[in-house]
C-alpha cells in the first residue's frame, strides 16, 4: 500500500548524513517558485496570513531558491520536516531498511513540490496547499496541480503491485487529490480522544496519530488494509462502533 501525509510548516534543518533523490516534479516547483518570487511582502504576507518576519523570511527563501541546488542547501524532506505529524513519524529514528522501505511506499504532498519521497531533496520553503497563488492554470494550487497527483500515485501503487492508499494526510492536501483521476482504494484513518463525554476529533493529536499511522506502515511493511486496525500507538484503539469501511476509527482517553 501506499501511505500519504501532509509537509509542516516548521522546518528543522539541521544537517543529515543520508543520500538523497531528486523530486518527480522538481520542473513545477521551479515554475511556483518564480511565482511566488515575483509577489511583494505585502501579497506574500496576504497569501498564507503572514506575519510580516514570516512574511519576510519566505521571501528571502523564495529568492534564494534555485533551479539546480547544491546539495549543501537541500534536506530530505522527511527529516526536514517538523510538524506535529512528524512528532509521530519520528523518521530520524527509523532504520535504514525502514527508510528504504519509506521511500518506496510513503509519499509528502507539497504545495510546492507536489509529490515528494523521503528522500528527496528539498530547499526551504513554506507554501500551503490551500494558498490561491494565480498561475497560469488557475487561482489556486488546487488549479495548478489538477490531476497531476492523482496519476502520479496511480502509477506509483502500480509499480507496487497496490491499490490501496492510505490517506493520513490533512484535508488541506489531500484535496489536492482530484478524485475522479484517483484509481485507488483511499483508507482514511480517524483518530479521536475521549474526555469521558464521547470521542472528539483533537486536531493536535489527530496530526501526530497520522505520522505514528504512517510509521506503524512503515515498520510493519503492511500490505494489508485489515492491519492498520492492529495500530495502538500512543494508546490508541480501533473501535468497530465507529468506523466505516474505510474510515477506521481509533480512540483513546484524552492524555492528562
Given at each position: 500500500m501506499l501511505v500519504v501525509i501532509s509537509p509542516a510548516k516548521r522546518l528543522d534543518w539541521a544537517e543529515?548524513?543520508?543520500?538523497?533523490?531528486?523530486?518527480?516534479?522538481?520542473?513545477?516547483?521551479?515554475?511556483?517558485?518564480?511565482?511566488?518570487?515575483?509577489?511583494?511582502?505585502?501579497?506574500?504576507?496576504?497569501?498564507?496570513?503572514?506575519?510580516d518576519d514570516?512574511?519576510?523570511?519566505?521571501?528571502?527563501?523564495?529568492?534564494?531558491?534555485?533551479?539546480?541546488p547544491a546539495p549543501a542547501a537541500t534536506r530530505p524532506a522527511v527529516l526536514a520536516f517538523a510538524g506535529d505529524t512528524y512528532q509521530g513519524?519520528?523518521?530520524?529514528?527509523?532504520?535504514?531498511?525502514?527508510?528504504?522501505?519509506?521511500?518506496?511506499?510513503?509519499?509528502?504532498?507539497?504545495?510546492?513540490?507536489?509529490l515528494l519521497r523521503?528522500?528527496?531533496?528539498?530547499q526551504p520553503y513554506r507554501l500551503e496547499m490551500g494558498s490561491r497563488l494565480r498561475t497560469r492554470r488557475g487561482g489556486s494550487l488546487y488549479d495548478y496541480?489538477?490531476?497531476?497527483?492523482?496519476?502520479?500515485?496511480?502509477?506509483?501503487?502500480?509499480?507496487?503491485?497496490?491499490?490501496?492508499?492510505?490517506?493520513?494526510?490533512?484535508?488541506?492536501?489531500?484535496?489536492a487529490v482530484a478524485p475522479k483521476a484517483l484509481r485507488l482504494r483511499v483508507i482514511s484513518p480517524v483518530f479521536m480522544e475521549d474526555k469521558g463525554s464521547g470521542p472528539k476529533i483533537v486536531?493536535?493529536?489527530?496530526?501526530k496519530a497520522r505520522g505514528a499511522m504512517a510509521r506503524h506502515v512503515i515498520q510493519n511493511r503492511l500490505e494489508d488494509p485489515a492491519a492498520l486496525r492492529d495500530f495502538d500507538s500512543g494508546g490508541y484503539a480501533y473501535r468497530p462502533d465507529l468506523s466505516e469501511p474505510d474510515r477506521p476509527a481509533f480512540v483513546r482517553p484524552y492524555p492528562d
Open positions: 543529515r548524513d543520508v543520500e538523497m533523490t531528486q523530486p518527480a516534479m522538481a520542473q513545477d516547483a521551479n515554475r511556483l517558485a518564480r511565482t511566488a518570487r515575483n509577489l511583494t511582502l505585502g501579497g506574500l504576507r496576504d497569501l498564507m496570513d503572514l506575519s514570516l512574511a519576510r523570511l519566505n521571501r528571502d527563501r523564495f529568492r534564494a531558491f534555485e533551479d539546480a513519524l519520528e523518521a530520524s529514528s527509523l532504520e535504514p531498511e525502514e527508510l528504504a522501505w519509506a521511500q518506496d511506499h510513503l509519499r509528502i504532498l507539497s504545495g510546492l513540490y507536489g523521503p528522500l528527496d531533496a528539498i496541480w489538477r490531476d497531476q497527483l492523482s496519476k502520479a500515485l496511480n502509477a506509483q501503487a502500480e509499480a507496487l503491485g497496490t491499490d490501496v492508499l492510505v490517506n493520513c494526510a490533512s484535508q488541506e492536501y489531500f484535496g486536531s493536535f493529536f489527530a496530526k
